[in-house]
């Protein structure tokens, strides 16, 4: 291979916007059009892989590609029944998040694992599923779907499913209520323990940096307020997530300050009140584009 690294993406699906738009914040410029199987990033050497997500994590094994974009289901499900050895995540990215649920007819009798004893369970993720019921001590049959696994239990293929879940709607749709969440997922970046060689390593290390920078201004804001000085001990209690405020002093009022500061948690209408109650006067929360540290 070149000397310019290659990221494995989800070429179309619930994956695949999301990933453009993180790679995009960490300043790649590329284009995804029509059937090719690789996107060349205009502004650095890297190149994407476009193809489906069930095949990321082998391709990173086997070295076809240098790290890849996947979601955890994905990932957990190859790492028990395919020869991934030496792939791990490196990041948890923070997007496509879904649930990996147990779910059955809403009406019917099962209800909880234990009611899955001698009961038939239809999946895509036989690996997980099969842990799952082994580490709760659950006899149960696994039969694997590669999809429209929520119309088994209607057709009489299973009792139960082992599925996706994000909003719920489609399990209801089916008459499905899920009981059980069997794995908490979210997008992942994922690489070999393979050397990638000077050249592309330190690629790598720039772009992780990046991708770094990206997922901690998520859900990061900027205060800016201005406060009685007596104040500031108060206030910065208050403050979200955030290190020592910057202290400005204001104009020729000895008295009031402006206090800004990075704000690591969500801030809430909540903490404006709360602010507001210990003086705070004209608040301003901004949205943080980028960050580095
Ligand atoms: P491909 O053609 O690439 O194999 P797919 O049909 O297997 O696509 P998608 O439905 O696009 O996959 O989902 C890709 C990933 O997006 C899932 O493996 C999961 O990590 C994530 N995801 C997020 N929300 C959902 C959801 N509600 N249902 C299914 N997957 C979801
Ligand atoms: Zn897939």
Do not use: H
Not at 231 to 258: F, H, W
């Amino acid at each position: 291979m070149s000397g310019r690294l290659r990221i494995a993406v989800q070429k179309k699906g619930r994956l695949a916007d999301e990933s453009f738009a993180m790679l995009k914040k960490c300043g790649l410029k590329f284009s995804v059009r029509g059937d090719g199987l690789l996107a060349r990033v205009k502004n650095l050497p890297i190149d994407l892989l476009l193809v489906r997500d069930d095949d990321i994590p082998n391709f990173v094994a086997n070295g076809a590609s240098d790290i890849g974009l996947v979601g955890e289901n994905v990932f957990a499900e190859e790492k028990l029944t395919a020869s991934i050895a030496g792939v791990e995540i490196i990041r948890r990215l923070g997007f496509s998040r879904c649930n990996l649920c147990l779910a059955a007819d809403e009406n019917g009798p099962i209800q909880t694992l234990k009611d899955l004893n001698d009961r038939k369970i239809a999946t895509s993720y036989p690996g997980i599923l099969t842990a799952y019921l082994k580490n709760n001590n659950i006899d149960a049959q696994c039969t694997e779907m590669k999809g429209a696994v929520e119309l088994a239990p209607r057709i009489n293929i299973a009792d139960a499913i082992c599925d996706l879940v994000s909003s719920g709607a489609t399990l209801e749709a089916n008459g499905l209520r899920a009981f059980e969440t069997i794995l908490e997922s979210e997008a992942v970046l994922i690489k070999s323990s393979a050397d990638l060689g000077r050249e592309k390593q330190d690629i790598y290390d720039r772009l992780l940096s990046r991708i770094d920078g990206v997922i901690r201004s998520q859900g990061s804001k900027y205060i800016m307020l201005n406060a009685p000085r007596s104040q500031i001990a108060a206030i910065s209690k208050i403050l979200p997530g955030s290190d020592a405020p910057t202290i400005i002093p204001l104009g020729t009022d000895d008295d009031l300050v402006a206090m800004q500061a990075v704000c690591t948690e969500a801030v809430f209408w909540e903490t404006l009140e709360a602010l507001k109650e210990n003086g705070a006067r004209s608040i301003l929360v901004l949205p943080i584009e980028k960050m580095m540290s």
